[in-house]
């Protein structure tokens, strides 16, 4: 199952109710950096913390009136605050609201997406150590190469999604920054130190310079982000579909009691998680050429940035989330056969063994040209054919056996060869 409390934890931070509640959290957090100063009497600032509320339907009948929501906003919580709201949004523009709200609001968000790489990690782990020595068949090109194990391929899923929460951490840490600088940045009627206090009480940092806007580089920084870890998952679950293909039948989704995978066809098991995390990767890949476009932004600021930011980020935070926790039930849940992985490293009479047989033949003196003619000459005659047998077509083949007896041919085909490093590999993760 999703974990439920996740989803509605982070659909949650970007509620309109819970909007206006960090825009409230901006304008208390600057009130108290005036009152720090001396500006506003504790008495007021007492007064603006505890009547401090708003209403959404009452901010709504304003803003009909005046069409602008940060001023529908203010008119509300000035009327339930009375004379002490002569202090509120003192030298403050709108945008110092919205960007730094923004930035709190991402702030919290990027708490739970964290808490899910960190769980993904853990699965996958898990699922990596169950299966150091299941060996399966690595595949270039989409074509049987040489044998690996199942966890070795999992170590590198392993491997991109530690470096997922690495990146993860930087983007959350430059995005995470607030700004109290007045219209067009140059604190024209409000002190930096109260920006600089603010955001320390927000837990921010304050932007070294601004134009009434938090240049949109840093979000869309954020947004590749988002983007690139959505596409990792996308990478791993294309290889989950491949290796549930019928032909294949490697792997599967995890199927509950009582699912049906088809209205038509009651044999059907489709891999519709993994199908669905693909698609989700393209929305938030789409969400993140949205962030782009909104770098370039006229003179000190316009708003074309802001229309298209009340959707990228709700849907692809939330988004993130959901497919972080989708991925994670996949791997915990995942039906893997080590029967079927067998099997497909031996067909055609293991012609994924040819790299082991061309050097044992130059090992003997044949130059590598020869060598490799010979291998692929019965490769080839193996291929494809319903009792192709390559390993047969080598003992039988004269020209070999001048080189190789029967108990050197039959040592080339011995997977364990391929797998000598693999503790290697996990000891470079602690698996």
């Not at 339930?80 to 030298?91: A, K, P, Q, T």
């Not at 982000?225 to 293909?245: G, K, N, P, Y």
């Not at 992985?341 to 044949?366: C, H, P, W």
């Amino acid at each position: 199952m999703i974990d439920r409390y996740s989803r509605e934890e982070m659909k949650s931070i970007w509620e309109l109710d819970k909007k206006y509640a960090y825009w409230l959290d901006v304008e208390i957090a600057v009130c108290k950096a005036y009152n720090k100063m001396g500006l506003i009497p504790d008495d007021d600032l007492k007064n603006i913390i505890e009547k401090s509320t708003f209403s959404v339907e009452r901010i709504d009948e304003i803003e009909n009136e005046v069409k602008h929501d940060i001023i529908g906003f203010l008119t509300n919580v000035n009327e339930n605050v009375g004379d002490s709201s002569r202090y509120i949004h003192m030298g403050m523009t709108s945008s110092d609201v919205l960007d730094t709200a923004l930035a709190l609001q991402i702030k919290d968000a990027n708490k739970i997406i964290e808490e899910d790489i960190i769980n993904v990690i853990k699965a996958i782990k898990d699922k990596a150590a169950e299966h150091k020595d299941t060996i399966t068949i690595g595949r270039s090109h989409g074509i049987h190469a040489e044998p690996t194990t199942f966890g070795a391929k999992l170590c590198v899923w392993l491997d991109i999604f530690e470096r997922n929460l690495e990146r993860f951490k930087t983007a959350s840490e430059n995005i995470r920054y607030g700004m109290i600088s007045g219209p067009v940045g140059t604190y024209s009627n409000i002190d930096p130190k109260i920006e600089e206090m603010a955001c320390e009480f927000m837990g921010l940092k304050y932007s070294k310079v601004s134009t009434q806007v938090i240049q949109r580089d840093l979000h869309a920084e954020y947004m590749q982000c988002l983007a690139l870890i959505a596409s990792t998952v996308e990478q791993f679950v294309t290889e989950i579909r491949h290796l549930q293909r019928t032909e294949v039948l490697e792997v599967e989704e995890g199927f509950s009691k009582g699912q049906k995978g088809s209205s038509a066809m009651p044999h059907k098991k489709n891999p519709i998680s993994s199908e669905n995390l693909t698609g989700l990767a393209r929305l938030i890949r789409s969400n993140s050429f949205a962030a782009l476009e909104n770098v370039a932004l006229w003179h000190e600021r316009d708003i074309s940035h802001s229309s298209v930011e009340r959707v990228i980020f709700p849907d692809s935070t939330i988004l993130m989330d959901y497919m972080l926790n989708r991925f994670k039930n996949v791997i915990n849940n995942l039906q893997v056969y080590p029967e079927s992985m067998e099997k497909n490293t031996k067909l055609f009479g293991g012609v994924i063994y040819s790299q082991r047989v061309l050097l044992a033949l130059t090992d003997k003196g044949l130059s590598r040209e020869v060598a490799y003619r010979l291998v692929q000459k019965n490769a080839h005659a193996a291929w494809n054919k319903d009792n192709g047998n390559f390993r047969q077509n080598l003992l039988n083949d004269s020209e070999v056996r001048q080189y190789l007896d029967e108990v050197e041919i039959e040592n080339c085909f011995e997977p364990k060869y391929y797998l000598r490093n693999i503790n290697t590999i996990y000891q470079r993760f602690g698996v």
